[in-house]
């Protein structure tokens, strides 16, 4: 019985490389759409809000080396995003990918962490964008809902904020009446934001003083230029405006902690690889887009921050909107009207990006049984996933309405980087996996057909190429682990050995990462270097197997080793998460299983497969509806 359960659950989603894909979604969407996707997605809120908040509070003038650092590591993530979407050009993002190469437990996990993701990010966002544009309406809406409508609960916010649960709404409709018209909204806002950001640097380039990246202790805890809006009292009573000057004020352990708080700043890029089937040549333009959009985002925040800074001292930026306050500080208050418009735009594309991958996320998942199917529906006029677009929509601005700002962001980042790692680790199972028998269909033997008098064997359940039990020695297995026989080609020895290697890599990278932040006494130091030793070797073995040969537009480079480095960044960074954090995901999830294990275990489309049926969305349409759907 618990091997039945156990096929059920790593059951994969079969995809063939070269499937000319017929999809019901409008393919519309070129390379340019899906670069501005990618760059309106991320480039907002980091821009606004992030760089003055982390300057001044956790790394000072090196917060350009922080959202550097922070855009390397999620290269690293974006590289694997990238040959995915070479290799699998569906709808869905991480969701698809862990369904197509690690099996339909991990897929459903994946995809309801997006759902958590992009739900969370659209109500933040929104909750963002209503608290920028109430300030410049000097907080009047604020202080009417709290006047009026407080809320008193503790994990609730002091107010329902009713214009982000609107905002979040209209965009739920621009949505789902076409992806073309959303995407032409996108580009253009997208155009204005990026245009808004050039502007900030060429002009805050004129007010740009050096001096300003090598302040001394003593000209931070005292007045400078500007220094007079800061009293001698408040440094006294925060000391985190005062540092110890420099480039580093904070050390470089402030300016690392800056680029674990920065690597927030560039999520968002993942919604490009969910329109795989509204792509006109997804192979193609998914990769390319991926790598453009973090360029172009990496080189953003590094102009804005490194203008910031040089602009105004690190210790007197404002934390909620720097840029307007920089410009203030110096003198240009037209600049600061013109920043306070570009938010406003740029807001406006980190909320489209944050809500477009959301209903294609759920549309995947439906169409393969894991949700109700009924979420899968594509309007027959718009061509897009209709009900899950307009569901997403009620439910992020519910989020909006209800919770506050920080406690949203509080859960932001947890699916984020769960998302992240099982791509990463998915990248290392694909590249050395054997291809031998992959194109083959995944044919069931069906349940009924099957002699009730034969043993009750799990295998039975599988195409004849899986039936066979891989059997080995251990000594065929040591061979296989440094690969002495030369082997160029993958097989299912090595695909096997290579498995087990990656899956202890991202196993070891807990203890790693747990290790590494630990208090550096004698027997934390031992542990450190054995699980270091045993990361080495691991990766050498996977470097030692044969990989896979066949041609995609895109593959990561230097594999196994950006997949590994991936994976640990994204681990060390899950495990700075507070444990309320892991509290909420863990009820999150808790209701992500009871809706696997009462409807999609059974209802999804491989069930039907084992079974001997037809999925439904592979059944012909009725005759009537036939002219409808054309």
């Known amino acids: 019985m618990f091997e039945k359960l156990s096929a059920r659950l790593n059951r994969r989603k079969h995809y063939e490389t070269n499937q000319d894909v017929d999809s019901k979604l409008s393919r519309c969407l070129n390379t340019i759409d899906l670069t501005l996707l990618g760059v309106g997605s991320t480039l907002g809120v980091g821009v606004y809000v992030l760089a003055g908040a982390v300057a001044r509070d956790t790394a000072g003038p090196s917060v350009v080396l922080s959202f550097l650092i922070a855009g390397v590591a999620s290269a690293l993530s974006g590289l694997c995003y990238a040959e995915f979407g070479a290799r699998v050009p569906k709808a869905g993002s991480a969701y698809v990918y862990s369904y197509v190469t690690v099996g339909e437990l991990a897929a459903f996990v994946i995809g309801w962490n997006l759902v958590l993701e992009y739900v969370i990010g659209t109500a933040s966002v929104a909750r963002g964008y209503s608290g920028y544009l109430d300030s410049l309406l000097n907080n009047t809406m604020k202080t009417t809902f709290r006047e009026y409508m407080p809320m008193d609960a503790a994990f609730l916010a002091d107010y329902p904020d009713f214009t982000a649960a609107i905002i979040t709404i209209v965009l739920a409709c621009v949505l789902s009446v076409g992806v073309q018209e959303s995407s032409r909204f996108n580009n253009i806002f997208t155009l204005l934001n990026l245009s808004v950001v050039i502007f900030v640097i060429v002009a805050g380039s004129t007010k740009a003083n050096y001096d300003n990246w090598s302040v001394t202790q003593e000209e931070a805890a005292y007045a400078g230029t500007v220094a007079d809006t800061v009293t001698a009292e408040q440094r006294e009573e925060d000391a985190r405006v005062i540092g110890a000057g420099g480039f580093f004020p904070f050390g470089v352990s402030g300016m690392l902690s800056g680029a674990a708080t920065c690597f927030y700043g560039f999520v968002g890029f993942d919604a490009i690889a969910t329109t795989g089937e509204e792509t006109r040549n997804p192979q193609r333009s998914i990769p390319i887009a991926i790598i453009v959009s973090l360029i172009i985002v990496c080189i953003g925040y590094m102009g804005i921050s490194g203008v910031l800074t040089l602009m105004v001292p690190y210790y007197l930026q404002d934390a909620d909107a720097p840029l307007p306050h920089a410009f203030r500080l110096v003198e240009l208050p037209e600049a600061a009207w013109v920043v306070a418009l570009g938010a406003m735009f740029g807001l406006s594309t980190s909320l489209l990006g944050a809500m477009f991958p959301l209903p294609r996320v759920i549309y995947a998942m439906a169409n393969d049984g894991l949700l109700p199917r009924f979420l899968g529906t594509v309007h027959n006029t718009f061509q897009t996933p209709f009900i899950a677009t307009l569901l997403s929509g009620l439910l992020s601005a519910a989020m909006a309405l209800l919770f506050d700002l920080s406690q949203l962001v509080d859960m932001m980042s947890i699916g984020t980087l769960m998302a992240y790692t099982m791509v990463s680790l998915s990248v290392l199972l694909l590249r050395y996996r054997c291809t031998s028998n992959a194109g083959q269909a995944m044919d069931y033997t069906p349940l009924c057909t099957q002699d009730p008098f034969e043993t009750d064997d799990v295998e039975e359940l599988f195409p004849k190429h899986a039936a066979n039990k891989l059997v080995y020695s251990r000594k ?40 590494v932040q630990a208090e550096p006494v004698w027997y934390n130091k031992i542990g450190l270097a054995f699980v270091i030793m045993k990361i080495v070797m691991c990766l050498i073995v996977l470097a030692r197997q044969p990989s896979d040969v066949s041609k995609l537009y895109f593959k990561v480079p230097l594999v196994p080793l950006i997949p590994a480095c991936s994976i640990l960044i994204n681990v060390f960074l899950m495990t700075k998460l507070s444990s309320q954090t892991w509290v909420r995901f863990g009820v999150w999830m808790l209701v992500g299983f009871i809706i696997y294990v009462a409807y999609g275990i059974n209802n999804s489309s491989e069930e039907y497969r084992m079974r001997g049926d037809v999925p439904p969305e592979e059944q012909d349409p009725p005759s009537n509806k036939s002219s409808t759907s054309r």
């Not at 695909?495 to 899956?503: F, P």
């Open 476 to 515: 065929e297995y040591a061979r296989q682990m440094l690969n002495l026989d030369r082997d160029t080609s993958p097989n299912p020895l090595s695909s096997h050995v290579a498995s087990h290697s990656a899956i202890v890599l991202s196993l070891l990278s807990v203890p790693f990462s747990v290790m």
